[in-house]
């Protein structure tokens, strides 16, 4: 539970997930800075989607976090940030189906970063990929790294 009396440490995440076919391979990357220095994760799974990966970094990032902070996710996935900014409190409302009543997909990543978002006070930020921004850029060129050096 957030504590609202306490200041809390303030984190940035930017996180980019990848597949190579879709399904297929893919791999994830998060960047977590904190007072100027950064964490690096990445990971890699043998059969999944793209839309798996770019969920698994937020979830993978948020994880890392030890203590409720005030934290900043930058995406370039639009399913992520519409997820978490616009559609999740509709999905919950209706026990987590979508406009056909069926269950949405990859619910249990859903969940997880929905307790993340009750753990942490999340602000969620869409970034346009490849347009140049750094940090995307690196998780990006870092995701797809997983991907090559895991199928070699």
Aim: charged share 30%; glycine share 6%; hydrophobic share 35%.
């Amino acid at each position: 539970m957030k504590n609202e009396n306490k200041i809390l440490k303030e984190v940035i995440i930017y996180c980019d997930g990848s597949c190579k076919g879709n399904p297929g391979p893919g791999g994830w990357a998060s960047i977590l800075v904190y007072r100027g220095k950064r964490k690096i994760l990445t990971g890699f799974a043998r059969e999944t989607t793209n839309n798996i990966m770019e969920l698994t970094c937020a979830v993978k990032a948020l994880e890392a976090l030890k203590e409720p902070c005030t934290v900043v996710v930058y995406s370039d996935s639009t399913y992520l940030v519409k997820g978490m900014t616009e559609w999740i409190q509709n999905w919950k409302e209706k026990q987590w189906k979508n406009s056909q009543k069926k269950l949405i997909k990859n619910l249990e990543l859903w969940h997880q970063l929905d307790r993340f978002a009750q753990k942490h006070t999340i602000y969620w930020q869409w970034l346009k990929g490849h347009e140049g921004h750094p940090e995307n850029e690196e998780c990006d060129r870092l995701a797809k790294n997983e991907i090559k050096k895991r199928m070699k």
